[in-house]
Structures are given as C-alpha cells and as structure tokens.
C-alpha cells in the first residue's frame, strides 16, 4: 500500500483559493501554486492536467460548499434561513466566496471538457430544493422565491467581497427584512 500524497487534491485547491483571494486569478498560476505549496510544479500536473481544470475544480468545489446551506435550509421550509445563508457563509469562508462569487469567469476562461458533466449539473440540487420549496408556499412563486434565496442575498453581499471585506452583520437584518417583504402575499388586485 503507498503512502498517501503529501499534496492532496484539497491543499492544492486550498493554495489556489488564497492565492485568488489575495491577487486575483491570473496569479494563480501552476508554478505560483506550487511555489506556495513548496511542491514540484508535476505534482499539480499529477493531479490536474491544466491549469484551467484546477482552477474549474476549485469554483466547482466552492460552489457546491456554498450550496449545501442553502439546500438545507430550503428542505427545512426555512427561506429565510436561506437567504441568510449567502451573508454567514461569506463571512466564515471570504475567500472562498470571493472565489465562487466574483471570479468564475476569470477562474474558468475555458472550461474543460472533462468537467462538463458537473457544470451541467452543478445547480440540480438548488433547482431542485426551490422547486421543493416553493410548491410548499403557495402564493409565492418560484421566481419571488428565487430572489429571495439567490438575488437578493448576491447583490447584498457582493459590493463587500469586491472591496475584500466581509458583509458586515447589518447585512443580515436588511436580507431577513427584504425577504420577509418579497415572500410577503401580494393582494390581488381586482377590476373595478
């Protein structure tokens, strides 16, 4: 039986993740990564044929971190937990949110074929819990519900990423309230 890899998938993609975070993804080059690492640039190349398919393991991987909260909290019913979702995790995980959040396209210029299958599926789980959830709310709608959860929380939490920092806790109280508001029954409007 060998001996286990000295640099995990997970610490290459960790190392990528700070050097993202701290200068953005065209640092984070192959031999950036392995030079932070302390590793010979063959053993990213042992684990990741490209450049870009690190770097397309790394969003996905962000990705689905991110989405695991907010699928749980929709299974719950708690849609309010879930909007509020998006600003905690930023805070606890701020360079993996900037990661997710702000740079895929920088990340991801190209995206590789041997990941395609996960791109198409990466939002199965969350489309899924909103359809759920919101056959449960009656009233609500999929798309008010789906502000509430992805729209409002992104825009919310996004100006503070972009300048590095994470989203002050006022954030919270102004997604809870938007979200109540936006899930709050609209009275029909009747001709008269």
Known sequence: MGRPGKFTEDRILDTAM????EEGPAAATMAAIAGRLGAPTGSLYHRFASRDLLMAALWLRGVRRFQHGVIEALAAGDVEAAALHTPRWCRDHLAEAATVLLHRRELVARWPGELAGQLEGVNTGLAAALDACAARLPG????RLLFAVVDLPYGAVRRHLMA???PPPLVDELVARACRAVLD???EVRGG
């Open 185 to 187: 029954p609209v009275p």
């Open 18 to 21: 700070a050097i993202t975070a």
């Open 140 to 143: 609500v709608g999929r798309e």
């Open 164 to 166: 590095g920092q994470p």
